[in-house]
């Protein structure tokens, strides 16, 4: 169960990172946003919501079916925050997520955007 747990860590922490260079690595593979889109607005939408994440949820049955101690707070909170003395609670801190977030993805959408937006204006000049 802990190994399993321990997946479930390592998944999590993809679909984070995942989620927040999507918009960039779409740049280059531009299929990738099939996967992206859903992926960055169903992070939102537990986020906005408020609700637990089902990763971190699914992370701690496994490590109580293990025998391992649950921790508290949320998956970035152990694993980034809590290490870094950071409190994810924080407004500065949850200021500092959202705007991260917002921002890489804003990027890499805003060049996709510009790219398309060219490509027609091409289209229509010829």
Do not use: K, S
């Not at 999590?12 to 946003?33: E, I, S």
């Amino acid at each position: 169960m802990l190994l399993l747990a321990a997946a479930v860590a390592v998944l999590h922490a993809a679909a984070v990172l995942f989620m927040l260079t999507g918009a960039l690595l779409g740049l280059r593979w531009p299929r990738l946003l099939l996967a992206h889109a859903p992926v960055a607005l169903a992070i939102l939408a537990v986020n906005v919501a408020g609700a637990d994440c089902p990763l971190t949820d699914l992370e701690l049955a496994l490590r109580d079916a293990g025998g391992a101690a649950p921790y508290t707070g949320g998956f970035l909170d152990h694993y980034l925050f809590g290490p870094l003395g950071l409190d994810a609670e924080a407004p500065g801190t949850q200021l500092g997520v959202y705007a991260t977030a917002f921002g890489l993805n804003a990027v890499g959408y805003g060049r996709l955007a510009g790219r398309a937006h060219r490509r027609r204006a091409g289209v229509r000049a010829a």
